[in-house]
Antibody, heavy 117, light 107 residues
Framework: QVQLQESGPGLVKPSETLSLTCTVS????????WSWIRQPAGKGLEWIGR???????DYNPSLKGRVTMSVDMSKNQLSLNLTSVTAADTAVYYC???????????WGQGTLVTVSS | DIQMTQSPSSVSASVGDRVTITCRAS??????LVWYQQKPGKAPKFLIY???SLQSGVPSRFSGSGSGTDFTLTISSLQPEDFATYYC?????????FGQGTKLEIK
C-alpha cells in the first residue's frame, strides 16, 4: 500500500521560503512521477509541478520561477521549495503520485501552510 | 493554459438519484481527463482516468464519457457516501489544470 506523508512548517513569513517534504512508503520514489498540488481554503486545486528522478521537472508557469522540486532517493522523499512567498501562497499542500505522469492516484493527507508575519 | 469549466458549481440531489456533472475544456484535450472526488478535510480520491476508465475499486455506479472538449461524470444511483466535491483535471498540456469543482449536496 502506497502512503505519502507531507511535513514541514505550518507557518512561513512573507518573502521567505516555504519548504515541504513528502515521505513515500510502499513504493520506490525512483519509479514514478510525483506532483505537488495545493488548495487554498474553500477553493479549488492548483497543480504546482511534477518531478521524475530529479532529472525531469515540469512546473506551473504561474509560480514564475519560484518553485523547485527535488527527490532524495536514499530517504524515499520528495521536496518542494517555494521562494518569496506571500499570503496568496497560503494553502493546503498535497504531494501525489502521478502514475503515467498524469494520473494522481495516491495522495498525502495534505499539510496546511499559512503565510503570515 | 487550458481552462476547465465545470457545471453546475453545485447540485442538490437525493439518495438514489442519477446525477451528471459536466466538464468543458477551453481547447481539445482528446481523452486526457481525470475525475477526482474530495470530501471535506480529505485529499482528493482518484475515480476515472482517460475520461472513461474506472479506477479499480471505484463503484460501477460511477461512469465517465467524452472526448475533445466536453466530458461528463455520471453517478447512476447516488449513495450517501457520494456527497462530496468533484473535480476534473486535464493532462493534455502543461500546466495541468483542474476544474473549479462541483459540490454535490444532499437535498
Amino acid at each position: 500500500q502506497v502512503q505519502l506523508q507531507e511535513s514541514g512548517p505550518g507557518l512561513v513569513k512573507p518573502s521567505e521560503t516555504l519548504s515541504l517534504t513528502c515521505t513515500v512508503s510502499g513504493d520506490s520514489i525512483s519509479s514514478f512521477y510525483w506532483s505537488w498540488i495545493r488548495q487554498p481554503a474553500g477553493k479549488g486545486l492548483e497543480w504546482i509541478g511534477r518531478l521524475f528522478n530529479s532529472a525531469t521537472a515540469d512546473y506551473n508557469p504561474s509560480l514564475k520561477g519560484r518553485v523547485t522540486m527535488s527527490v532524495d532517493m536514499s530517504k524515499n522523499q520528495l521536496s518542494l521549495n517555494l521562494t518569496s512567498v506571500t499570503a496568496a501562497d497560503t494553502a493546503v499542500y498535497y504531494c501525489a503520485r502521478a502514475t503515467s505522469g498524469w494520473v494522481h492516484d495516491y495522495w498525502g493527507q495534505g499539510t496546511l501552510v499559512t503565510v503570515s508575519s | 493554459d487550458i481552462q476547465m469549466t465545470q457545471s453546475p458549481s453545485s447540485v442538490s440531489a437525493s439518495v438514489g438519484d442519477r446525477v451528471t456533472i459536466t466538464c468543458r475544456a477551453s481547447q481539445a484535450i482528446s481523452t486526457w481527463l481525470v475525475w477526482y472526488q474530495q470530501k471535506p478535510g480529505k485529499a482528493p480520491k482518484f475515480l476515472i482516468y482517460g475520461a472513461s476508465s474506472l479506477q479499480s475499486g471505484v463503484p460501477s455506479r460511477f461512469s465517465g464519457s467524452g472526448s475533445g472538449t466536453d466530458f461528463t461524470l455520471t453517478i447512476s444511483s447516488l449513495q450517501p457516501e457520494d456527497f462530496a466535491t468533484y473535480y476534473c483535471q486535464q493532462a493534455s498540456s502543461f500546466p495541468w489544470t483542474f476544474g473549479q469543482g462541483t459540490k454535490l449536496e444532499i437535498k
